[in-house]
């Protein structure tokens, strides 16, 4: 079946310019997580939803950064007015709580550069 | 805090060695641990987990024990293939039957020559 899917792979932006990265999880996973993949921080946890609510938006780097999720399924994140430190690969993961396990399975990830 | 620490890499290894990645972790509460492998241009995967003291979590030839005593989830194998080169993830969460974050170690790069 389809794996987790994040579009686009690639985004070349301006310093200053918004972007959306989304998210296609898995049909029936009803949680979803993104997490940012940078040379200097590693890997880092930004936000989790259950179903359309976000319990656990700690990571959130500054309020430049939003993400919502709609009907359950694809969630965007959003980032405005980018910087330099931006630049990161942007991974999504999703999961299925209703089973009462929580393997995440990972999407390829949406590599940004801010120029 | 929740904290996960591994060995720097690069690790280089001959085909058939052994192989050992360290990984230790600070906690609040009953973590569960997880290995994540990321091959070369791809995403990452769960390569094997445990979620209670003493589980042994298994997958492909590698092998990892919850350590309670030393806060402790080494990966082993008893004998790695080229095609094991790979960045491997320790990982833990504090809530894993509620949708926990996963909180990562800073990645280790394996390179398995012929």
């Known amino acids: 079946g389809a794996g987790v899917s994040q579009s686009p792979s690639n985004k070349v932006t301006e310093k200053g310019k918004d972007v959306e990265l989304r998210c296609d999880p898995i049909s029936g996973h009803t949680a979803l997580y993104w997490y940012r993949q940078s040379l200097g921080q590693g890997l880092e946890f930004l936000i989790y939803?259950?179903?359309?609510?976000?319990?656990?938006k700690s990571g959130l780097p500054s309020d430049r950064f939003s993400a919502e999720r709609t009907g359950g399924s694809v969630s965007t994140l959003t980032i405005q007015r980018t910087q330099q430190e931006d630049s990161a690969v942007y991974l999504c993961a999703s999961s299925n709580l209703k089973a009462g396990y929580n393997e995440q399975f990972f999407g390829p990830g949406t590599r940004l550069t801010v120029l | 805090g929740n904290s996960v620490t591994q060995m720097e890499g690069p690790v280089t290894l001959s085909e058939e060695a052994f192989l050992t990645i360290n990984c230790t972790y600070t906690?609040?509460?009953?973590?569960?641990l997880f290995w994540y492998v990321q091959y070369p241009g791809e995403g990452l995967q769960l390569l094997l987990k445990?979620?209670?003291?003493?589980d042994k979590g298994s997958n492909k030839g590698f092998e990892a024990t919850y350590r309670k005593e030393t806060t402790s989830f080494h990966l082993e194998k008893g004998s790695v293939q080229v095609s094991d080169s790979a960045v491997y993830f320790c990982a833990l969460t504090v809530n894993y039957n509620q949708g926990g974050k996963l909180i990562f170690g800073q990645g280790t790069e394996l390179s398995v020559k012929p």
């Open positions: 906690a609040t509460g009953y973590p569960s």
């Open positions: 445990a979620t209670k003291a003493d």
């Open positions: 939803f259950q179903g359309n609510s976000a319990p656990d």
